[in-house]
């Protein structure tokens, strides 16, 4: 996670959650390939190379495509998106109005979050009530 506020996922973070998924439906204990995630997102092998090297981060078509397969609210994953670009810009307002932001929309997600029980744990977070 993001070496600043570990508790807020970025764009590699999001698509790893999404090959764990992957995984865990495949069932065979092979790790997932960026092509297999290129086609369950949708996206060009180029796009995903991109995004999984953090040359860029998911775009808000990318966030919701993100969003429907975690499971999870689209302004969650879209707070968690911009976050990371306001960082990357240097936007110093910008990026701590995005955490505060951030901070209230995923409100639990702690520094051992790993793996696919921690999605489950974090997801079970966000759900109302």
């Given at each position: 996670?993001?070496?600043?506020?570990?508790?807020?996922?970025?764009?590699?973070?999001?698509?790893?959650?999404?090959?764990?998924?992957?995984?865990?439906?495949?069932?065979?204990?092979?790790?997932?390939?960026?092509?297999?995630?290129?086609?369950?997102?949708?996206?060009?092998?180029?796009?995903?190379?991109?995004?999984?090297?953090?040359?860029?981060?998911?775009?808000?078509?990318?966030?919701?495509?993100?969003?429907?397969?975690?499971?999870?609210?689209?302004?969650?994953?879209?707070?968690c998106v911009y976050?990371?670009?306001?960082?990357?810009?240097?936007?110093?307002?910008?990026s701590q109005a995005?955490?505060?932001?951030?901070?209230?929309?995923?409100?639990?997600?702690?520094?051992?979050?790993?793996?696919?029980?921690?999605?489950?744990?974090?997801?079970?977070?966000?759900?109302?009530?």
């Amino acid at each position: 996670m993001d070496a600043g506020n570990d508790r807020i996922p970025t764009t590699i973070d999001l698509l790893n959650m999404v090959k764990e998924l992957i995984a865990k439906e495949k069932g065979d204990g092979k790790p997932v390939s960026d092509y297999a995630l290129s086609k369950r997102l949708g996206f060009s092998s180029q796009r995903v190379y991109k995004l999984t090297d953090g040359t860029y981060t998911l775009d808000d078509e990318g966030c919701e495509v993100v969003s429907k397969l975690l499971d999870w609210p689209l302004e969650t994953v879209l707070a968690c998106v911009y976050l990371e670009r306001s960082k990357r810009a240097e936007k110093e307002t910008l990026s701590q109005a995005w955490e505060r932001v951030c901070l209230k929309v995923v409100p639990s997600f702690a520094p051992a979050f790993i793996g696919l029980s921690g999605i489950l744990v974090a997801a079970s977070h966000l759900l109302p009530g």
